[in-house]
C-alpha cells in the first residue's frame, strides 16, 4: 500500500498542536464578588495550583478528532496497492474481417464490450489510448485520463480486410507505451492469425513494454473466397476467371458461384466444397465489358462470416507486349499461338536475319539458336532447346525420353500448366550453376531452370515444346499466355485491386493456440470498482467531525430534559 500523493501525510504532524490543546488548562478569570464564603463551603477546601496542563476532560471528543485528522491526511495521501497505482493502457484493438464473425454478436461487438467493462474497472489516474489494427493502423484515441472517449472510438470501427497492419499497430502501440508512465500494450483480438513469430503473429515486432492479450469469439463453421483473379484474354481469345474457396464447414457442401461483370451475371457454377481445404475452379468465359469481375457464394447453409463470401477484382486490359520470335518456319506452334493473343506484337525473324541495333522486345523467344549476331535486347528472354552454352548453361548430357517428376507449380511460367505425363522423345540434362534454379526435373536432371545473362532474366527448356505432346494440351495455351503476362511491363503499383478477398487464415476463423511472449491482460477480469479508497477516507473523517458536534448537543439536550422533568412533577 503506497501513497500517490506522499505530502499529504504531512498533516497527521497537526496530531501534536491538537492533544496540546486539549490537554492545556484554560486560565482562571478573576471577577469581582461580595463574597467567597458560601463558594468555599461549597467546594471544600482546596489547594491552589500553577499548572498549565492537566488530563483532558474530554477523551471521545480527543479521539475523534484525531481519527478524523488522520482519515482526512490518509484520504488526502491517496493510498494505494502496488498493483492499483496509475498505469498507461495501449489498447490495440483487432478490426480485421474476421472480427466481424459471429451470430448475433460479433467478435468486433464482444471486443468492444470488453474494452468498455475495462474502462469502467480502472483506478484513477489509469491512462488510455486505442489503436485500430487490421489491413491499415491508426491512432483513434491518444492517451487520455477521459476513459468515456474510448468505447465511443470502439463503437465507430469496423470489421474489414486482412491484420496485415497488425504489426505496425504493434510498433506504433510500443512507441507511446515507452513514453508513457507503466505502460501495458493490450492487445483484443479473436486470435486469427496470430500467435507466430516474436511477440506477436503476422510477423510481430519485438517490443519493450509487456504484451497483454484479450482473446474474443470462439470457433465456427465458415467458407469464403480466398483467391481471385482474371486475365482478359489468353492464346484462345478467352478471359480466364480463377477462383479459390476456403472451406472450414466440417462437413463437405455443394454450393453455386455466380460469376458477375459489373451487374451483369455472366455465369453460375456449382462448386463442391470438401469439410477442410480449398476447391479451385479456373473458368474460361467470354466478359462483356465492364470495370470489375465479381465471385459470389450462394446457398451456404453454415457461415459465420459473410464478408469473404463476395469478392471483385479489377478488370486490367493489360500492356502491349512486343515478342521477337527466332524460328526456322513461320508457321510453328510457338508463333501461331502467339498470333492469336490480341496483346501479342510478334516479329518473327530467322536466324540469319540481322536485326537493327536499336530493336528492342519485351520478350524473346529463341526457338533456334539466332546467328546473325548478338542476342537480340528484351527484358525477358525464353530458350527452347538451342546450344545451352549460349546462354551460359552447362548441359550433362540428351536423354531420351526422359521422364518428368517435378516442376516449380508456383512459378509464373507454370500457371495452370500441367506437366504430369509429357511425352518427350528427347532433351539435355542440364547442371544448374549456383546462380541458377532448376524449374522443372526429371529422372536424369534437370530439364529446365532459370538465371540471368547480360543483365537480364532468361528461362533456358532443354526441349523443344512442338517435338512432344505439349502443344497438343491445353497447358501450352496457358504456357503462351503466361510468358505473356511474365514479359509484359508492369501497369500496376503492386495493388490487385481486389475486394473481399481474405487469407485462408482469416476464412477458416481458427484462433491461434497461443500468442508468444504475451499473456493474459489483468483488464480482462476488470469489473467495475466501488468508492474509491481516498473518497471513503474524506468522507469518514467528515462524519467523525460530525459525530464530533453532536455528541456535546446530544449530552446537553438530554441533561436539558433531566432538569425540566423534576419541575413538571413538582408542579403535577
Known sequence: MNPTQPWALVGLLLAAPLIAAYLHCRRRLTKRVPSILLLRAITGPTQPTRRAWARPRHLVSLALMLLALGAMALGLADPREDAAQPRDWIIVL???????????????????????????????????ALIAAGAQTSVRVGLTEDLARVPEAAADLEAAGTNDGMPSALRLADEICK?????????????????????????????QCPIETIIVGRPGANAGITALSVREADALGLSEIYVVVTSALGHA???????????????????????????????????????????????????????????????????????????????????????????VHLRVVGPNDALHPDDQFDLVVLETDYRAGPLPAGRKLVAFGIPPARLGVRAAEEVATPEILRWS????????????????????????????????????????????????????????????????RVGFVNLVANLVEWAAPSSRSGD???????????????????????????????????????????????AMLALEWILPAAVAFRRRLRRRSPTREAAA
Open 409 to 472: 507449380f508456383d512459378h509464373p511460367l507454370f500457371r495452370f500448366v500441367d506437366l504430369q505425363g509429357l511425352d518427350l522423345p528427347r532433351a539435355l540434362a542440364l547442371q544448374p550453376s549456383a546462380e541458377q534454379t532448376s524449374i522443372i526435373d526429371g529422372d536424369s536432371g534437370s530439364l529446365a531452370l532459370t538465371g540471368r545473362v547480360d543483365g537480364r532474366e532468361f528461362v533456358y527448356v532443354g526441349f523443344v515444346p512442338h517435338e512432344s505432346d505439349l502443344v497438343l
Open 253 to 343: 457442401a455443394e454450393v453455386e458461384l455466380t460469376l458477375r461483370v459489373d451487374n451483369d451475371v455472366v455465369d453460375v457454377l456449382s462448386l463442391d466444397l470438401p469439410a477442410q481445404g480449398d476447391a479451385e475452379k479456373l473458368h474460361r468465359v467470354p466478359l462483356p465489358p465492364g470495370q470489375r469481375v465479381w465471385a459470389e457464394i450462394t446457398h451456404l447453409a453454415d457461415d459465420r462470416l459473410a464478408d469473404d463470401d463476395r469478392a471483385a477484382v479489377a478488370r486490367h486490359g493489360g500492356t502491349r507486349v512486343s515478342v521477337l520470335l527466332v524460328s526456322e518456319t513461320r508457321l510453328s506452334f510457338t508463333a501461331e499461338a502467339l498470333r492469336l493473343h490480341p496483346r
Open 94 to 128: 483487432d478490426t480485421s474481417a474476421s472480427m466481424g464473425a459471429g451470430d448475433g454478436e460479433t467478435r468486433l461487438d464482444h471486443a468492444r464490450r470488453r474494452i468498455a467493462d475495462a474502462t469502467t474497472g480502472m483506478r484513477p489516474g489509469d491512462r488510455v
Open 496 to 542: 490487385e485491386d481486389t475486394q473481399g478477398v481474405l487469407s485462408k487464415t482469416e476464412t477458416r476463423l481458427e484462433a491461434s493456440a497461443e500468442i508468444s511472449h504475451a499473456r493474459r491482460s489483468e483488464l480482462a477480469a476488470a469489473k467495475p470498482l466501488g468508492v474509491a479508497l481516498w473518497r471513503q477516507l474524506l468522507a469518514a473523517a467528515a
Open 179 to 207: 513514453h508513457g508512465t507503466d505502460g501495458r500494450v493490450v492487445l483484443v483480438t479473436d486470435g486469427v492469425g496470430v500467435g507466430v513469430g516474436v511477440g506477436v503473429g503476422v510477423g510481430g515486432p519485438h517490443t
